[in-house]
C-alpha cells in the first residue's frame, strides 16, 4: 500500500507511551529502510502521556507491506506503550525481472509518438551498481541512455552533431547515489526537441539546449534492460541490468502490461519475469563508534578464515581484531586514510604489516578477504591480491572470538582502546571460517554479542546529495556530516556561500586599497562568480575598467568591394557579470572614437544608416555620443558644430581627408558595445577606423545609501527572507540607543532576527525547527556611540557565524541531524508599539483573515488554520509596559475551548496558562513573584513544539516546561489583547485578568506570523481586526522607565482614520485620501512653516516641562499614556536627539 500517514498513542489507561521513535519499512519484511521526514531528519517525535494522538502526514509517501516502529525514548514513569494507526491507499504494481542477459525492445508507430516530448517513468531496484536501464538510438550516433554507474544513474544524450558547441552535442545528467540498496527507486525522464528534465526519487535537474538539436529525433525502438547487438552508437562500456522495474510507462502506454499479453510491439529478449523476487542479504549497521559484532571461532581449526562485504564514507576505524588462543599472536584489521592495514604479531617476531586497496571509504561496496594457512597469509580486495603471501613461523590456530566493527568497552586486547574509532557503516555476507553469518540470529541472541547496531538495514546515507557546497566547493562526507573544499572557488565559509571579494570598486576604497586590478564579486553569496577589474581610484570618484579584447585601433577598407565584416569584442567578464556590475553602478559609459575618409556614417536624403552598434542584448542602435536612443546625430549635431552644417556627424560630409567624431555612449540599458560595424568604405579611397574603449562605470548604490529610523515605529519592509539553506544578512548601522531589532522575519515557528540586544552585545538568533539559536559578538567598547558599524551574519545547514567590525567573529555548528530548512512567511518589518487605554481591546479574527490572506499567500499562517489543522507548535512573542494588575496580555483562542493566555496576576508576578484539551484543567506556571507590573520594559517570548513548551523572559530568565493537557492548538480562532468583553470560557484567573484588561504599552506582538498591532494601526489592505476604545500608536514603549518626558512622544490614535473604532467596527482602511493631493499641499508651504514649526515646538516642549514639574497629579482625561509616565514619575529632563537607527 502506499503510506500517506501514521499516528501514534500511548497504551489505554496507563503511564505507557513512547516519545520517540523510528519509522522502517520494506516490501518484503527484510532489508529494511528507514523513513526520513528531511534530509537529515531520522526520528518522530511521539506522545508525551498516553492520551493525546499524534499525528503525522508523510511528505512524500512511500510504498510498503511492512512497517517496523523502532522505540528510541518512552515514559520516564512506566515502559513502552504503544496504539499505531497507518493511513494509505491502495497501490497498483507491475514488475518485471531481468537476470543481466535479457531485455525488453519496444517499437511503437510514429503516429504514436508525443509531439511536443517523450515522458518515461519506472521504478527500479537493484544490487548491482551497474547496468543500462533504458536506451535508443537515432542516426549518426543519436542516442539516448540511462546508465547505472557506481550507484549513480546517469543519463546521456548524445546529438549526433560534431559541429555543435560541446555543452549541446554531449550532454551527461548524474542523479542520486547509493541506488543499488535493494530499494525502491523512481525515474521520470521528460525529452523535448531542446530540453530534458530529469528526476530521480526526489531530486532533479533540467538542461536546456542553446543550439539546434533534437533530441526527439530517432528511431521508434526504445530498449530496456540492456542494448540490442551493442549498439550501433554506443561507444561505452556498457552492462545489462540486473535488478527489477516495476510501472514502466512510455507516453502513457504501460510496457509492462503489454509484454505480459505477448503483444507484437514487444519483444522479449533472454530470461524475463514478471515477479521480482531475489535471495536476501542482510546487512548490518554500526551506528557509532562503540558499536561492535563479536562472533564466535571455529575452536581447534589450524587455520583462519574471514570475510566480509563493507561500505563507509568514513576514511578510518577498526574492522576487525582476533587474539589467538596460544600466545599473544594477534590479528588486526584496520581503515586507515581509504586504505586497508593488516597487521599481524607473533611474540619474538616484528608484526607483520600489509596494506591493500585504496580510495575505500567512497560509499561502494568492497569484499575484503582474508586467510591463514600452511604458514601463509594472503589478502584479497574486491577479488584482487593485496600483496604477495607472507611465510609465517610456527603454526597458529583459530581465535576464539571476532571483533568486528570495534570492540567491549571492557575489552583490552589488541586493537582495543587504542587512537582509532570503531569502524561506522555498513557490513554484510560475514563468513568466519567456512560457515557464512546469518545476522538475523545475532538479532535473536542466538549467536554471538552485540552492541549498537541495526540489523537488516543498512542506514549509510549520502549526506552530499544534494550537495549543500555552493559556488562548485567540493563536497566530501563521513558518517555523520559533510564538509565543503573551497580551494580556487573565490568563496569561503562552511559551504562556501561568502565572497573572499568585495562587491565593488567603491567597497575597496573604503577598505583603503589604491587604484589597481582588483577582484569583484558583484552579487555578493550569489551565483555569479568573481570578476577581475581595474578600479581607478581618482580624487572625487572610482571608476570600475572591465577591458576587452578590441582596445587597437581597427581599420577597416572594403576587399574587392565587399563590404568588411563587423567585429565583434569579447570582454575580460561574461556578460551577466557585465549586467550585474552595471545594475549595482549610478553611472556607465563607453568612449567610441570614430575616424573616417570619404566614409560616411549615414547615407541617403532619408539618412539611412550605414553604420551601427550592438550592445549586449543584440540590439542595433545607430544614434551616436550624447544623442539619444534613435536620433542618429552625433554629439557634434546636437551641438551644432559639425564641421559641416549640413551634416549631423562630422564623418558625413565624407571629406576628402581623415575626420573624426569623438563620441560617449552612456545609456547602461544598451551598454557594453559588443559590435561596431562600418559599411560606407567601397568607394575609391575611401577608408574608416576606430577605437573602443573600456566600459566604464561609477558609483554603487547599493554600498553608498543609508535609511533612518527616528522613532519606534520607522519601519522598512521587504520581502519574504528566502534563504532556505542558506543565507546572509549585512549591512552598516549607528545609533545612540541602547538596544533594537535591526532585521526580523517570522515563519509559523521558524524565524530569524538580528538585534542590538546591549550597547555592547550584537545578537544573531533563528529557529529552523531545533530550538532557538543564538550567536553573540560582545564589544570591550559600546556598539551605541554613533559611529557606523559593520555587521554581517550567515546562517547555512553547517553553521551560523556572526562578525562586528574587525571583532574575532563568533559561530555556532548547527546539529548534524535536524531540521535544515528555514521556512518563512511574512514581512521584515520593524515592531509596532501602542498604549492601551482603560477598557480597550484588539481582537483579531484568524478565521474571517484568511479569507482574504488565502487569497494573497496559500501558505499562509490563516489560511492553515483556516483549513481546520491542528497546530503542533508555535511561538509567541509581546513586549509589555504597565503598572496595572490584573492584567490580560494576551489570550488567543479556539472553537473547542482551548487557549493560551498571558497574564499579569494581582500581585505583578507572571503567568502563562496553556488549555489544550477542554476536558481537563489548564497548564498554569509561574515566573517567581516578581512584580511585572513595575513600568518598565519586559519582553516574552513563548515557544512550543508538541508539549514542550519554552519560555523566555527579559532575555535571560529561561525556563522549559511539558505539558500535561494536550499536545496540539486545534482549530485557533482568535487572539486578544486588552479587555475580553464577552467572557470565555477560561479559568477564574484568566477571565478576572480579562475583565480588568491591560492599561500600558505592548509592542512586538506576534502569534505565529500574525501581527495584531501591524494589522490594526498601519493596515494595508480589508484586514479582519476589530478596535474598541482607546488604542494609540506610541513610539517610546521600547524605552526604559525615566528616559524621556513624555512631550516628546508622537501618539496617532487609530480613530483619526475613516469611520468608528469604539463601536467595535472591523478596520478596513485606516485613511483614503490621496497621497499625491497631500504632498502637493505640503510641498506649497514646508518651507514657510519649517522655522516656525521648529521653534514653536521648542517653546511648548519647555512649557509643557514647566508645567509639568509643578502638578503631581495628572488632569483628568489625560491619555492612557499620560497616566502611565506619571505613574511611574518620568524624569523632566528631555533629550536633545531623538533615537535613530541608520542602515
Known amino acids: 500500500m502506499e503510506v500517506t500517514a501514521v499516528a501514534t498513542q500511548g497504551g489505554y489507561g496507563s503511564s505507557d507511551w513512547v516519545s520517540s521513535y523510528i519509522l522502517m519499512f520494506s516490501d518484503s519484511g527484510r532489508n529494511w529502510k528507514q523513513y526520513r521526514r528531511e534530509e537529515s531528519i531520522s526520528s518522530f517525535p511521539g506522545n508525551t502521556n498516553a492520551d493525546s494522538v499524534v499525528h503525522y502526514r508523510l511528505q512524500p509517501p512511500f510504498e510498503a507491506r511492512f512497517l517496523r516502529f523502532l522505540p528510541l525514548a518512552w515514559s520516564p514513569k512506566g515502559r513502552i506503550g504503544m496504539r499505531i494507526e497507518v493511513y494509505g491507499c491502495t497501490y497498483r504494481s507491475e514488475m518485471v525481472n531481468f537476470d543481466g542477459k535479457s531485455f525488453l525492445l519496444y517499437t511503437f508507430y510514429q503516429k504514436s509518438m508525443s509531439p511536443a516530448k517523450d515522458v518515461i517513468s519506472l521504478k527500479f531496484k537493484t544490487r548491482q551498481t551497474d547496468g543500462i536501464l533504458l536506451h535508443r538510438e537515432g542516426q549518426n550516433g543519436k542516442h539516448v541512455t540511462l546508465q547505472l554507474v557506481r550507484g549513480k544513474l546517469i543519463l546521456l544524450l548524445n546529438s549526433g552533431h560534431a559541429n555543435l558547441p560541446s555543452p549541446d552535442a554531449h550532454v551527461t545528467l548524474t542523479l542520486g547515489s547509493l541506488l543499488d540498496d535493494e530499494h525502491w527507486h523512481s525515474v521520470l525522464i521528460e525529452l523535448g526537441n531542446t530540453h530534458v528534465h530529469f ?170 578477504s582474508l586467510s591463514l594457512e600452511e604458514n601463509h597469509l594472503s589478502v584479497m580486495v574486491d577479488g584482487e591480491a593485496a600483496s604477495v603471501s607472507h611465510s609465517l613461523r610456527g603454526q597458529i590456530d583459530s581465535g576464539d572470538t571476532y571483533y568486528l566493527g570495534g570492540c567491549p568497552d571492557s575489552s583490552s586486547g589488541p586493537g582495543c582502546g587504542g587512537p582509532l574509532a570503531g569502524f561506522r557503516g555498513c557490513l554484510r555476507l560475514i563468513s568466519i571460517g567456512d560457515q557464512a553469518v546469518d545476522p538475523i540470529t545475532v538479532q535473536q541472541g542466538s549467536l554471538g554479542t552485540f552492541r549498537d547496531l541495526q540489523i537488516d538495514t543498512c542506514g549509510l546515507t549520502d549526506r552530499c546529495l544534494p550537495s549543500y557546497c555552493e559556488h562548485g566547493g567540493e563536497c566530501s562526507q563521513s558518517w555523520d556530516t559533510f564538509s565543503c573544499d573551497c580551494m580556487h572557488t573565490g568563496y569561503t565559509g562552511a559551504t562556501c556561500h561568502s565572497s573572499l571579494f568585495e562587491q565593488s570598486c567603491d567597497a575597496h576604497r573604503h ?128 551641438q551644432g558644430n559639425c564641421l559641416d552644417s549640413q551634416y549631423h556627424c562630422n564623418c558625413d560630409a565624407a571629406r576628402n581627408e581623415w575626420t573624426s567624431d569623438t563620441v560617449v555612449l552612456s545609456h547602461k540599458e544598451h551598454l557594453p558595445v559588443t559590435q561596431v560595424a562600418m559599411r560606407d568604405t567601397g568607394r575609391p579611397h575611401s577608408e574608416a577606423a576606430y577605437t573602443l ?30 534563504g532556505e539553506l542558506s543565507a546572509d544578512v549585512s549591512f552598516f548601522f549607528k545609533t545612540t540607543a541602547p538596544s533594537g531589532v535591526f532585521v526580523e522575519n517570522l515563519g509559523i515557528t521558524d524565524f530569524i532576527r538580528l538585534e542590538l540586544r546591549t550597547p555592547a552585545e550584537v545578537t544573531f538568533s533563528f529557529d529552523v525547527g531545533n530550538g532557538r539559536c543564538e550567536v553573540t559578538v560582545r564589544s570591550p567598547t559600546p556598539f551605541n556611540d554613533n559611529q557606523w558599524h559593520h555587521v554581517r ?62 487569497s494573497k499567500n496559500s501558505s499562509s499562517f490563516a489560511t492553515l488554520l483556516h483549513g481546520g489543522l491542528t497546530l503542533a507548535g508555535e511561538m509567541a512573542t509581546l513586549s509589555f509596559r504597565t503598572t496595572g494588575t490584573p492584567s490580560l496580555l494576551l489570550y488567543v483562542s479556539s472553537f473547542y475551548e482551548e487557549y493560551l493566555s498571558v497574564i499579569l496576576t494581582p500581585n505583578g508576578s507572571l503567568q502563562i496558562r496553556y488549555k489544550l484539551d477542554r476536558h481537563q484543567e489548564p497548564d498554569v506556571f509561574n515566573f517567581g513573584f516578581k512584580n511585572f507590573a513595575d513600568g518598565w520594559l519586559h519582553q516574552v517570548t513563548i515557544h512550543r513544539e508538541a508539549a514542550v513548551v519554552s519560555v523566555e523572559v527579559n532575555q535571560n530568565a529561561r525556563r522549559q516546561v511539558v505539558l500535561s493537557s494536550g499536545t496540539e492548538f486545534n482549530a485557533v480562532k482568535s487572539l486578544m489583547l486588552g479587555t475580553i468583553l464577552e467572557p470565555p470560557r477560561a479559568d477564574p484567573d484568566t477571565l478576572r485578568a480579562g475583565a480588568r484588561g491591560f492599561t500600558g504599552c505592548l509592542s512586538a506582538v506576534r502569534f505565529g506570523p500574525a501581527t495584531p498591532l501591524k494589522a490594526a494601526l498601519r493596515p494595508s489592505g480589508p484586514v479582519a481586526v476589530t478596535v474598541r476604545g482607546h488604542v494609540a500608536a506610541a513610539s517610546q514603549c521600547a524605552e526604559s522607565k525615566g528616559t524621556r518626558a513624555p512631550a516628546r512622544e508622537a501618539n496617532r490614535p487609530i480613530s483619526s482614520g475613516s469611520g468608528p473604532t469604539d463601536g467595535g467596527e472591523a478596520l478596513v482602511s485606516a485613511d483614503r485620501r490621496d497621497p499625491a493631493v497631500i504632498g502637493g499641499v505640503i510641498a506649497v508651504v514646508v518651507f514657510v512653516l519649517l522655522c516656525l514649526t521648529t521653534v514653536a515646538a521648542r517653546i511648548y516642549q519647555q512649557r509643557w516641562l514647566y508645567k509639568k514639574n509643578e502638578s503631581t497629579v495628572p488632569p483628568a482625561g489625560d491619555s492612557a499614556e499620560t497616566a502611565l509616565k506619571s505613574e511611574v514619575n518620568m524624569q523632566s529632563s528631555v533629550s536633545e536627539s531623538q533615537r535613530e537607527y541608520f542602515f
Not at 567585429?567 to 556578460?575: D, E, G, I
Not at 552598434?613 to 552625433?634: D, F, I, M
Not at 566600459?695 to 528566502?722: E, I, K
Not at 535536524?818 to 514581512?827: D, E, I, K, P, Y
Open 793 to 854: 551574519a550567515e546562517r547555512n545547514v553547517k553553521e551560523a557565524t556572526l562578525q562586528v567590525d574587525q571583532l574575532p567573529s563568533k559561530t555556532q555548528a548547527a546539529p548534524a541531524d535536524g531540521h535544515a530548512r528555514l521556512q518563512l512567511n511574512s514581512q521584515l518589518f520593524v515592531e509596532i508599539s501602542a498604549y492601551f487605554g482603560i477598557g480597550s481591546s484588539v481582537i483579531y479574527d484568524f478565521q474571517e483573515h484568511s479569507n482574504y490572506t488565502t
Open 693 to 722: 574603449g573600456p566600459l566604464l562605470c561609477s558609483g554603487d548604490n547599493s554600498f553608498w545609501n543609508s535609511a533612518s529610523f527616528s522613532t519606534d515605529t520607522s519601519y522598512l519592509h521587504f520581502p519574504t527572507f528566502r
Open 199 to 368: 528526476t530521480v526519487d526526489r531530486h532533479s535537474q533540467h538542461f536546456q539546449a542553446e543550439g539546434k538539436c533534437d533530441y526527439l529525433d530517432l528511431d521508434y525502438k526504445i530498449s530496456f534492460g540492456g542494448i540490442p547487438g551493442h549498439g550501433k552508437s554506443v561507444a561505452f562500456p556498457q552492462k545489462d541490468f540486473h535488478g527489477c522495474f516495476e510501472n514502466l510507462y512510455y507516453n502513457g502506454v504501460d510496457l509492462i502490461d503489454l509484454s505480459k499479453k505477448h503483444t507484437p510491439q514487444i519483444l522479449v529478449m533472454g530470461n524475463v519475469s514478471f515477479s521480482c523476487s531475489h535471495p536476501q542479504i542482510v546487512p548490518v549497521t554500526f551506528l557509532s563508534s562503540r558499536s561492535y559484532l563479536a562472533l564466535p571461532g571455529t575452536i581447534g581449526e589450524d587455520k583462519v578464515s574471514v570475510a566480509f562485504q563493507f561500505r563507509t564514507w568514513n576514511r578510518a576505524g577498526l574492522l576487525l581484531t582476533t587474539q589467538f588462543p596460544h600466545g599473544p599472536e594477534a590479528l588486526i584489521l584496520v581503515l586507515n586514510d581509504g586504505k586497508l592495514e593488516l597487521s599481524l604479531s607473533q611474540p619474538g617476531h616484528p608484526a607483520r604489516d600489509i596494506t591493500a586497496g585504496a580510495r575505500l571509504s567512497d560509499g561502494q561496496w568492497h569484499s575484503v
Open 511 to 638: 577598505r583603503g586599497n589604491s587604484s589597481g586590478f582588483y577582484y569583484i564579486d558583484s552579487d555578493g553569496s550569489g551565483p555569479l562568480g568573481p570578476a577581475l577589474v581595474y578600479c581607478n581610484m581618482t580624487e572625487d570618484t572610482t571608476w570600475t575598467l572591465v577591458q576587452h579584447n578590441g582596445s587597437q585601433l581597427a581599420k577597416v577598407k572594403s576587399l574587392n568591394r565587399e563590404s568588411p565584416q563587423p567585429v565583434f569584442f569579447k570582454y575580460t567578464v561574461s556578460l551577466d557579470q557585465l549586467q550585474a556590475i552595471m545594475d549595482g553602478a549610478d553611472d556607465c559609459r563607453q568612449e567610441l572614437v570614430l575616424r573616417c575618409k570619404k566614409s560616411r556614417l549615414s547615407a541617403g536624403p532619408d539618412g539611412t544608416p550605414v553604420s551601427w552598434w550592438v550592445g549586449r542584448t543584440n540590439e542595433t542602435h545607430t544614434y551616436w555620443g550624447g544623442s539619444l536612443p534613435g536620433a542618429q546625430k552625433c554629439a557634434c549635431g546636437l
